[in-house]
């Protein structure tokens, strides 16, 4: 069972930076990749980034490429994503997921069995 939980979210400025943060815990240790998403109210959920939490590799949409960085810290069992230029198009709920599987389309939410409760990001002009 894996247990995610977001933290991070707050209001900010256009121009602004945040930092989430995605606390997991995996007690059966099969836990391959975590991702990042946002919905926005009245649109669909969105992959930003993902992390192979085993080896580091990421993918980042081309949309936020340039602005959001996603890294982990295994140490401490969490996942960051790194937002920078924040943008009021960037107002959503962030959510952190997790998948066991070893290959998958990484920015699909389809993929991930496990979510988290979501951080809200507010930007405003």
């Known amino acids: 069972q894996v247990q995610l939980a977001e933290s991070g979210g707050a209001s900010v400025q256009a121009g602004g930076s945040l930092t989430l943060s995605c606390v997991h815990s995996?007690?059966?240790?099969?836990?391959?990749?975590i991702g990042w998403f946002r919905q926005a109210p009245g649109k669909e959920r969105e992959g930003l980034a993902a992390?192979?939490?085993?080896?580091?590799?990421?993918s980042v949409h081309p949309s936020v490429q340039r602005r959001f960085t996603i890294t982990q810290d295994n140490t401490q069992n969490t996942v960051y994503l790194q937002m920078n230029s924040l943008m009021p198009q960037d107002t959503a709920t962030y959510y952190c997921?997790?998948?066991?599987?070893?290959?998958?389309?990484?920015?699909?939410?389809?993929?991930?069995?496990?979510w988290g409760q979501g951080t809200q990001v507010t930007v405003s002009s």
């Open positions: 995996d007690a059966s240790s099969r836990m391959k990749y």
């Open positions: 992390i192979y939490t085993g080896g580091g590799a990421t």
């Open positions: 997921a997790a998948s066991y599987k070893r290959s998958l389309r990484t920015l699909s939410d389809y993929e991930y069995d496990y």
